[in-house]
Every structure is written in C-alpha cells, then in structure tokens.
C-alpha cells in the first residue's frame, strides 16, 4: 500500500498562492488516483477534487474551480496541488489520498471511501 505525505502548507494573506505537493517514497504514484481533500475546525470534511492517474485530467469542488489547479510529476512522483487567489475560506488541514486506478470517478460521486492511503495532511491558513 502507497504512502503519502503532503507538504507546502503555512500561512498566506488573502489573495496569496501557496502549493501543496502529494509524494510517495515507496511506490510510484503513476497508477494511483489522487484525491484532495481539507477539513476546518468544526467541519466535515470536503472534497476538492480528483486527479486522473491515466491522463492527469481533473475534477474539482466548485468552492475552487477556476482557483486551485492540480498536477502531476511521474518523473518526480509527485502530485501538486496550486491554490491561487487564496481565501479565509480555504484555511483548513489538507490532504491527499490514493486509489489505485487509471481514472477518477465523476466529481459527485468521489467519496473518501473511495482511497485508501491518507497522509497526515498539511495546514493552510488564510488571514492577514
């Protein structure tokens, strides 16, 4: 089973970027879906989005659309996850996941069931 690791979190003004990156040190990510995930104090968990191991196609929250974008890097084995135009919204512990597979499920029906590694997520915080 792959292990993950986020990284990149840390503190940004409002209108900031800051990217968070998805590695693995055991396996190669190239044949696992990624899923991204963030959870505030006091929510539930959301999903952001999922990017496809087949053809790094990806699907993302509204709440992000047009904002976050994710990405990846076989030949570094890792996947990225840019957050532009950063919120107060956005601040919450982010992470990522994998499923072994070539292509995330439509956007609605991501669940985290759905992956079974999870690193221990990173931290971003949105304030001035």
């Known amino acids: 089973q792959v292990h993950v690791v986020e990284s990149g979190g840390g503190s940004v003004q409002p209108g900031g970027s800051l990217r968070l990156s998805c590695a693995a040190s055991?396996?190669?990510?190239?044949?696992?879906?990624i899923g991204w995930f963030r959870q505030a104090p006091e929510k539930e968990r959301e999903k952001i989005g999922c990017?496809?191991?087949?053809?790094?196609?990806?699907e993302y929250a509204d709440s992000v659309k047009g904002r976050f974008t994710m990405s990846r890097s076989n030949v570094e084995n890792v996947v990225y996850l840019q957050m532009n135009s950063l919120k107060r919204d956005d601040t919450a512990r982010y992470y990522c996941?994998?499923?072994?597979?070539?292509?995330?499920?439509?956007?609605?029906?991501?669940?985290?069931?759905?992956?079974?590694?999870w690193g221990q997520g990173t931290q971003v915080t949105v304030s001035s």
């Open positions: 996941a994998a499923a072994y597979g070539d292509k995330c499920p439509p956007f609605t029906r991501i669940v985290s069931a759905d992956f079974d590694s």
């Open positions: 990017i496809s191991s087949i053809d790094g196609r990806a």
């Open positions: 055991d396996y190669s990510l190239a044949f696992y879906n």
